[in-house]
Each structure stands twice: as structure tokens, then as C-alpha cells.
């Protein structure tokens, strides 16, 4: 086992248990006792502004973390001793070349005869964000490439991540730079911290999350992700050559069902499995 461990994990339908399935008591206050451990270096990567991880940490009573990657990997804070967050601008310069000098209302002003496409609320955009809500039926594959067309030819970099909203049954498109991703923003964190691919371990659960899942990470898929997430990560691992890098929770760890912070603890432990004392201890 290293000296440290940096866990990286999605929130919604992640570590939080807002989906349609059950907790299993106790799992987040195990996850909670693990990332109080000295060891461990805890990051939040999520779709959600720094407001909105604020209140989920309140909401749900999650550990402070050390880190927050935030927007879809658009923007990333230390989080201070003191409880001031302090964004790491070198990220947000580093991104902003792939827009060529373009803001997002200009992209916007680009797609705006695609009907299918429907703004997000203001508070859920940010300056290399760009944010849709679109119809489940939609044809994603033909909206897809429409939009990187169009993109392209303004020579405008950029990368779209797509993703579900089950509750509310709606579909979501985020348009940013091409390097701004949980990913790459991980990647950063990683090297800005000294971490590698030996002791990073990332959890998540969706769509938004999958290109982190798929990578060279040591990556936990919770058992409450959508089987056609399942299916994607285990092709996308397999046809990327590491398919020893995902784990897909299934529950049975100390008596778990595998959704949410269990499966992560799940997962966490068959990578690193001197965690078992931690939480024992």
C-alpha cells in the first residue's frame, strides 16, 4: 500500500444516494472513517458548482474533502484548513486556449436552431460550460455530430459529455473545451500533488463519468450504475487494454449491497486492501 491514497469519486448516485435505490446502513459513515484517515487525500469530481457541493456536503453530511474538481472538470479548488476554497486559475488558462477566444455565449449563438437543445438554468453554467437539457427520444448520434461540425469549423476545440438525469427523466449535454474533463482535471491534480495511477482510485456511476471509468485509473463502477454503463465501460476498458482497472461492485462486502459509498468501499478495498483495517480500526 502506498504512503497515500488519493480517492477521487463522482457525488450524485455515487457517494450520495439520491437514486431509486436503498443505502446500505452504515456504508457512509464507513466511507467517512476512511477519508478522515491521514492517509488518504479525498476529491470530489462532480458535475456540480462549488455552491451545490457545498450544500450536498452539508446535506448529506459527506467528509470535507481536500479537493474539489467541479462543473464536469471545468474547474478545480483546494479546499483550505480554514474552510476557504481557493480555485486553481492555472487550470481555467490552461483549458480556456481550446476556445479559441470564443466565450460560451458565442457557442451558444451557434447552436441556437438545434430545437432540441434547451438551455440549462444560469447557475448550472460557467465560463467553459455550456449546459443542455435534450429530450431522451432525441437522435443523440446526429445532434452529436451536427454540433461538432459546426464547432469545428469556427476552430473551436471542444468535447461534449452526455448524461442522464433518471429522475427527471431528461437527458444532459455539457459543451466544454476538449481538455477540460473529470478526467484531465484529475490527470492535473494528480501530477499538481505527486499521486499516480498506482495510488489513485476514482468512483463513479454514470455516463459523464465514463471516460475516467475507461481509463488507465484504477476506476469503481457503484451496482446501482445503468447496465448500459456497465456494458460501455467494460468495452471501453477492454478495447483501451486495461480491463484490470475496472471494478464493477456487486455488494457482499461486509454484508453491503454494493449501491453507492458501499460499492466504493467495495471496490477501494479490492485495489487496496489494507483499508480493511482502517475501517476496522
Known amino acids: 500500500m502506498a504512503d497515500q491514497l488519493l480517492i ?3 457525488l450524485d448516485r455515487t457517494l450520495i444516494p439520491n437514486g431509486p435505490q436503498p443505502e446500505s446502513p452504515g456504508a457512509r459513515e464507513r466511507f467517512h472513517r476512511l477519508a478522515q484517515r491521514p492517509e488518504v487525500v479525498l476529491a470530489y469530481v462532480s458535475g456540480r458548482d462549488h455552491g451545490l457541493v457545498r450544500k450536498a456536503v452539508s446535506n448529506y453530511h459527506l467528509p470535507i474533502p481536500d479537493f474539489v474538481i467541479g462543473d464536469v472538470g471545468t474547474t478545480i479548488y483546494r479546499v483550505e484548513a480554514n474552510g476557504d476554497w481557493r480555485q486553481q486559475e492555472g487550470w481555467a488558462t490552461q483549458i480556456a486556449k481550446d476556445w479559441a477566444g470564443r466565450s460560451r455565449a458565442d457557442i451558444r449563438a451557434m447552436l441556437l436552431d438545434l430545437h432540441a437543445l434547451r438551455a440549462q438554468e444560469g447557475s448550472k453554467q460557467n465560463a467553459f460550460k455550456l449546459s443542455f437539457y435534450v429530450p431522451l427520444q432525441s437522435d443523440r448520434v446526429a445532434l452529436t455530430r451536427q454540433i461538432d461540425e459546426r464547432l469545428q469549423q469556427q476552430g473551436i476545440a ?11 427523466g ?10 477540460a474533463s473529470k478526467y484531465h482535471a484529475i490527470e492535473a491534480l494528480m501530477q499538481q500533488q505527486h499521486f499516480d495511477e498506482f495510488n489513485t482510485v476514482f468512483c463513479g456511476d454514470s455516463g459523464n463519468d465514463l471516460e475516467v471509468l475507461a481509463s488507465p485509473l484504477k476506476a469503481v463502477l457503484v451496482a446501482n450504475a445503468q447496465p448500459e454503463v456497465r456494458r460501455q465501460v467494460l468495452q471501453m476498458a477492454s478495447e483501451g ?13 461486509h454484508g453491503m449491497n454494493g449501491f453507492y459509498s458501499a460499492g466504493m468501499l467495495e471496490g477501494i478495498a479490492h485495489y487496496f486492501p489494507a ?7
Request: hydrophobic content about 40%; proline content about 7%.
Open 170 to 179: 431528461i437527458g444532459l449535454l455539457d459543451i466544454l473545451p476538449a481538455t
Open 158 to 168: 471542444a468535447r461534449q459529455i452526455w448524461s442522464v438525469d433518471e429522475p427527471a
Open 8 to 10: 477521487c469519486t463522482d
Open 275 to 281: 483499508i480493511e483495517a482502517w475501517l476496522d480500526g
Open 241 to 253: 487494454g486495461h480491463p484490470d482497472r475496472i471494478y464493477i461492485a456487486r455488494g457482499g462486502y
